[in-house]
């Protein structure tokens, strides 16, 4: 498996991170197979959310891991915290008790990467600083992030923030690239000129954030997959194509399609299924051409101007 630098930090971690927002759909046999099937494919780098199955995403993924302190400096862990039950929370009390549930759940003292989730409206970003300090200094977090964040609100916290925010989870895909077909079409007078995000990739290329695409095989928020769906014929011919073209699967095209930007993101997965984890990370070795890429992203509908 490839790796990365996330962000401006020095820590190491794989093209493909590994996300746990459904290992609760596993039982204890399954989960602890999938994990492993994940370190075995150089996918040590897995992403949390203490709203995950209400917490308990994160106690099955510590179970089936079987933690202990060996088999922690193995692995990266990620998690994000500030969604709550009809809101969201940036407050420092929030964010230090949240974390706390976390470490206690994945059976850990630390987190490598900590994620605010969704933005606040009303975050106050001196608390979020405040509670990132706290963090650092009692060793509980090791390094900070965003998730769903355009420039401005990154700016926000980075005015009182004193840590480098090194990775910004995204929702991304082939067919959800507004982010992408923005900064395409620019100064056109069609629906993908409009730039939905405030220029988020270029901000994030130019800040050194490593983007994390989250669904990186969904249509719309959370519709379905677009990999073999009657949605996206034309789409899928061409992932076929290509797919045959280099002898690996679907799967393994629509990841390696975005690990061809050159901007390095870190996808995040988010299957539990063995084979598509195995595909996922077949993609580290794959490199699109100029050509593919183009065929692809106007495959799914993506113009260009």
């Known amino acids: 498996m490839k ?4 962000g401006t930090s020095s820590l190491e971690v794989p093209v493909v991170a590994v996300g746990c927002m459904r290992i609760n759909s596993l039982d204890k046999k399954q989960a602890e197979t999938f994990v492993q099937t994940a370190l075995e494919e150089g996918a040590n780098f897995f992403d949390h959310a203490d709203i995950y199955g209400g917490g308990a995403c994160e106690e099955i993924f510590a179970d089936a891991i079987q933690m202990n302190g060996d088999i922690r400096e193995k692995v990266i862990l990620q998690s994000k915290v500030g969604i ?21 759940r994945l059976k850990t003292d630390y987190l490598d990467v900590l994620l605010l989730h969704r933005p606040d409206a009303l975050v106050e970003p001196e608390e979020v600083a405040e509670a990132f300090d706290q963090l650092e200094r009692s060793g509980k977090v090791r390094h900070f992030g965003v998730s769903n964040q355009k420039p401005m609100q990154i700016e926000l916290l980075k005015k009182h923030v004193k840590q480098p925010l090194v990775a910004n989870q995204l929702q991304l895909s082939i067919t959800n690239a507004t982010m992408i077909s923005n900064g395409i079409n620019v100064n056109m007078e069609n629906d993908a000129a409009i730039d939905r995000d405030g220029s988020i990739l270029d901000y994030c290329r130019l800040h050194d954030i ?9 249509y719309g928020f959370f519709e379905g997959v677009f990999l073999g769906s009657d949605k996206f014929p034309e789409l899928n011919r061409v992932i076929d194509a290509v797919a045959a073209k280099y002898g690996v699967s679907n799967t393994t095209i629509a990841i390696a399609w975005l690990l061809r930007h050159p901007a390095k993101m870190q996808p995040i997965t988010g299957t539990m299924n063995l084979d598509r984890i195995k595909d996922c990370c077949k993609a580290s070795d794959i490199t699109l051409t100029r050509e593919d890429w183009y065929e692809i992203y106007r ?3 993506n113009i260009l101007p």
């Open 84 to 104: 709550r039950k009809g809101s969201f929370d940036f407050s420092k009390e929030h964010i230090l008790e949240a974390v706390n549930g976390s470490l206690k």
């Open 299 to 301: 495959a799914a509908g």
């Open 3 to 6: 790796k990365i630098k996330l």
């Open 210 to 218: 490593t983007v994390q695409p989250w669904s990186p095989f969904q």
